[in-house]
């Protein structure tokens, strides 16, 4: 028994001395929290998305309290009530917040292109680009196996007639679906814009309308009746510079007079 005694106590002494030790380092070298974090990260919608352009709410509400100057606006998904409180809880000046709706920039819809294989493997987008670049005759175009779809925390997008579809009234502008996209054919526009661009495909015209008669064919109609200057044929693609872009009084001439339709005027979110 005494020998028991004898080798256990030591390491009971030895014990208790290193949790006090530890107590002690916890008190002294503990890094104190801002008091502000736990209401500032209250504030924060939690989606975790990374359109503020930090790791997460967490990271952004770190950055609010530690880094002078960030800026209150950031949080798209919450809008200007998020940016309100958090204005509010910093004592600093309230900034509106731009909201952004996500663009399915692809209108190759079941009528308007073909598959050029039958995929049969996992029902995800990222494997066929994988095994096959694209299961459809566009290689620029929506896979249609809802990648997007499954990722959007939002419930914002669904798969119509072969090709992801966004409904902006339910998109809060996080940009998942924009890193999800394989082929990268989602993009997010502030919620004031309203005409897109529904392509692409950066072949020649002749290429193009092979493969989807709604693709853009590079004809620069677009660019020529603008009256803003605000669209340019780039790699044989309409691009819109959404700063010149005022959406013009008819709200669209260069939608309306689109040759293949791939110019379209989206409805608008409810933010």
Known sequence: MNEILTAVIPVVIIGIICGAMLVVASKLMAVKEDERLPKIRECLPGANCGACGFAGCDGYAKALCETEGTATNLCVPGGDGVSRQLSELLGVEF???????????????????????????????????????????CAYGCLGLGDCAKACPSEAICLKNGI?????????????????????IISLVDDV????????????????RKVCSNGCIGCKKCERICPNDAIKVTDNLAVIDHSKCQNCESFGICAENCTTGCLLIQEGGQH
């Not at 079941?110 to 995800?124: A, F, L, P, Q, R």
């Not at 009234?169 to 996209?181: N, Q, Y």
């Open 193 to 208: 814009e309203r005409v897109v661009v529904t392509c692409s495909n950066k072949d020649k015209g002749a290429v193009t």
């Open 95 to 137: 900034a509106d917040v731009v909201e952004k709706v996500a663009v399915v920039h692809c209108a190759g819809d079941c009528e308007h292109t073909k598959d050029k294989v039958d995929y049969i493997g996992m029902n995800s987008c990222a494997a066929a680009k994988l095994v096959f670049g694209s299961k459809g005759s």
């Open 164 to 184: 992801a579809h966004i409904d902006t009234r339910r998109c809060t502008g996080c940009g998942i679906c924009t890193r999800t996209c394989p082929n990268q």
